[in-house]
């Protein structure tokens, strides 16, 4: 006879770990994000996590079938903060303002985790409820379907994105993140106007704009350009 099904909550461990606590999903995602942002990328292993979590890492795969799909679970994890406590207002730019926002702040709070998982498909459910928000924003506010998907892949993409490069300098040894941003400095704002002329005439602006995200300016070009394909009959 074939054995039993024995459903994923009962194969999970119920047990204190030896330091006495009771290992679940959150907690795992929860210490791995530490690892992350103390050890970076190459610090998150099942031995280490194992360590951390004061069980033997064996025991993770209780709750995750690898390594991989814990880092799925971490993005799902970055979302679910993201939009924890959100809800519409009915003003769709304003909505979508916000989402964007939120997911943008929510991964630059873990750079190192957003470098994981930036460019990840969960398919779990914090993922899927944050996608069914920004579909529903859209519709509601009167897009047709096929401009529906065309504005959620373009708002979904370019949030993941900007999300991914400032995850990347922010993740940088800290010298080198000052060496970058001094580049508009000691290079750009001292090049002779008779050689670059447009750089010249703009290296204040950009001494003080390119070393901030350009990721709301961004977004709000997005939005301008989405209410130019609302129908004008919608109200």
Not at 89 to 112: C, E, F, K, N
């Amino acid at each position: 006879m074939p054995k039993p099904v024995v459903p994923e909550e009962k194969r999970r461990r119920r047990r204190p770990t030896r330091s006495g606590t009771v290992l679940s999903e959150p907690l795992i995602v929860e210490t791995a994000l530490r690892l992350l942002r103390e050890h970076g990328s190459t610090g998150l292993t099942a031995r280490r996590l194992g360590l951390a979590l004061d069980c033997d890492p064996s025991t993770l795969y209780r709750y995750f079938r690898g390594m991989d799909d814990l880092t799925l679970a971490i993005g799902d994890a970055l979302i679910g903060q993201a939009l924890a406590g959100w809800e519409p207002t009915g003003q769709w730019r304003a909505d979508l303002r916000t989402i964007g926002l939120r997911i943008h702040a929510a991964y630059v709070a873990h750079p190192q985790a957003a470098l994981l998982t930036a460019n990840r498909v969960t398919g779990r459910a914090q993922e899927l409820a944050a996608d069914e928000a920004v579909l529903d924003v859209l519709r509601t506010a009167g897009f047709s379907l096929p401009e529906t998907v065309r504005v959620y892949h373009a708002f979904i993409d370019q949030t993941l994105a900007f999300a991914a490069l400032d995850a990347a300098s922010l993740a940088l040894p800290s010298a080198s993140q000052r060496a970058d941003e001094d580049k508009w400095h000691s290079t750009y704002a001292r090049l002779p106007r008779a050689t670059h002329p447009r750089i010249a005439e703009a290296a204040p602006l950009l001494a003080r704009r390119m070393v901030t995200s350009a990721y709301p300016t961004a977004l709000e070009m997005l939005l301008d350009s989405a209410a130019g394909r609302l129908d004008p009959q919608t109200p």
